[in-house]
């Protein structure tokens, strides 16, 4: 039984597109459950596909791995870096009578798949050259090398989600371990390196259980222990069908480009298959303290994009102002055209209190600001620019004077002499408060508009308001 501070977990993604939110999920379980129990938790690239494998990929991989704060022990392996080792067992098992070559022709194979479709099964290799005498073979055809399975009895797993699964062993034929031309396949290449890393933990999908079961014969061939397997169900969308780009089954990137937070992300994704209790805000520390692989269901999760948002609209809330406005920056520039300077970056944070409970994303939270930074004269939107009338320029004129007398500008004494100055006037707050809104935010919606003022003071408002009462007369039509 392998002790908890020895447990060895990997994540191995395969470069060949971006990182997939199920690949995440997979990766998070595997940190959470190695850093649960005190050990260890790795990161290899599986990079032996060199045509589909890129360095860009590699590099998204890596990049939103360390946005969801999963960092790994060691350095990265990388797959492709070790086919001479790959390819050295698969010699070991055929100087050991473990695996033979194989000079089965493309057309040969071709008409064993057609007779499987025919027959209604899957393809499986029928053993035509596992006890021939390789001096039959055409002459110059190069062989591969299979893995002689074992033909009689049972390959039991007994899965930490699961359960006790097994499979005929006549259900699996005798798998590629090398190439004709002499690279490793992926299912020699996996055991191989998660034996010479260690792995004491095999955590994935439920798509694997077959391989899984292969791989398990062939740790016993080499007589190396078996690692203990954990089989996540896949990821289904909303509609219960399987998980795909319609129900946003996007790179990791794309979901920070949204404007997703990586707590909330991080959240989401230890909920989806594993619970605690009804506790549904989860922290990083508490994840790390609760988790354990009892309590992965073995149904299908689905992803909801709602659910997320919502929780995303939770971290946004709970979020330190500093590191909002940081996260932030680049959006707003894309928004207002140019980098916040100082004092606009003051006034957001300030105004962030007010803003925080109405955004769900940092995108929303960009636009939300967006007027607080964005350079004088204020671009009024249409619906704006219609509240601003001769009669409101009026009010809002005589309104300044009143407002650049206060002596103290705070969201009180700024609500005491407006509400005055409408009962002064014998106006409706409405009358004040919408021209007002419009001049200071360029909008007809915002926060309150005695916080407006104040987290604007009284240099910016009354500049602003200056600014509307200079504009040309096409803006105030």
Not at 15 to 38: C, D, E, K, Q
């Amino acid at each position: 039984m392998v002790q908890p501070a020895d447990i060895v977990t990997r994540f191995a993604p395969s470069p060949t597109g971006f990182l997939h939110i199920g690949g995440v999920r997979t990766a998070l379980f595997n940190w959470l459950f190695a850093r649960h129990n005190g050990g260890r938790y790795l990161l290899r690239v599986e990079d032996t596909d060199r045509k589909r494998s890129t360095d860009e990929a590699i590099a998204a991989i890596l990049d939103g791995l360390d946005w969801m704060g999963l960092d790994h022990d060691g350095e990265v392996v990388y797959q492709s870096g070790r086919a001479a080792r790959h390819a050295e067992v698969a010699r070991g098992l055929l100087e050991a009578g473990q695996a033979y070559r194989c000079f089965a022709t493309p057309d040969e194979l071709a008409e064993m798949r057609e007779r499987a479709k025919a027959e209604g099964r899957s393809m499986r290799y029928d053993g035509r050259w596992r006890d021939r005498d390789p001096a039959e073979a055409p002459a110059g055809a190069e062989p591969v090398i299979r893995f002689k399975a074992p033909r009689d009895g049972e390959t039991v797993i007994e899965d930490h989600i699961q359960g006790e699964v097994q499979v005929a062993n006549a259900e699996l034929d005798d798998m590629v371990l090398l190439r004709a031309d002499g690279s490793p396949t992926y299912m020699l290449s996996v055991v191989v390196d998660d034996h010479d890393m260690g792995i004491t933990h095999v955590i994935r999908g439920d798509d694997h259980l077959t391989n899984s079961f292969r791989q398990t014969q062939l740790y016993r061939a080499l007589d190396w222990p078996v690692p203990e397997f954990a089989h996540m169900p896949l990821l289904h969308g909303a509609d219960g069908a399987k998980l795909s780009k319609r129900h946003g089954a996007l790179g990791v990137e794309a979901y920070r480009d949204m404007g997703v937070l990586p707590e909330a992300m991080f959240n989401y994704l230890l909920r989806l298959g594993w619970s605690h209790g009804d506790d549904e805000i989860i922290s990083r520390d508490q994840a790390v303290e609760w988790f354990t692989l009892e309590a992965v269901g073995r149904s299908a999760a689905r992803f909801d994009m709602e659910r997320l948002t919502s929780l995303n609209a939770h971290y946004i809330r709970e979020a330190d102002d500093a590191r909002l406005v940081e996260l932030i920056r680049p959006r707003l520039s894309g928004i207002i055209g140019t980098t916040p300077d100082a004092a606009a970056e003051v006034r957001i944070q300030r105004g962030l209190a007010g803003l925080k409970p109405r955004a769900t994303t940092l995108i929303e939270l960009a636009e939300k600001a967006a007027f607080y930074a964005a350079p004088r004269p204020l671009e009024l939107t249409a619906k704006a620019q219609k509240q601003i009338g001769p009669d409101a320029l009026g009010h809002l004129s005589a309104l300044a004077r009143e407002l650049d007398a206060l002596p103290e500008w705070t969201e009180e004494t700024l609500e005491t002499v407006i509400r005055g100055f409408v009962d002064e006037h014998g106006l409706k707050l409405g009358a004040v408060a919408q021209p007002l809104r419009a001049a200071l935010t360029g909008k007809t919606e915002s926060p309150g508009l005695f916080e407006v003022l104040a987290v604007l003071g009284r240099e910016e408002s009354l500049a602003r308001l200056a600014d509307v009462g200079a504009a040309p007369a096409s803006q105030e039509a």
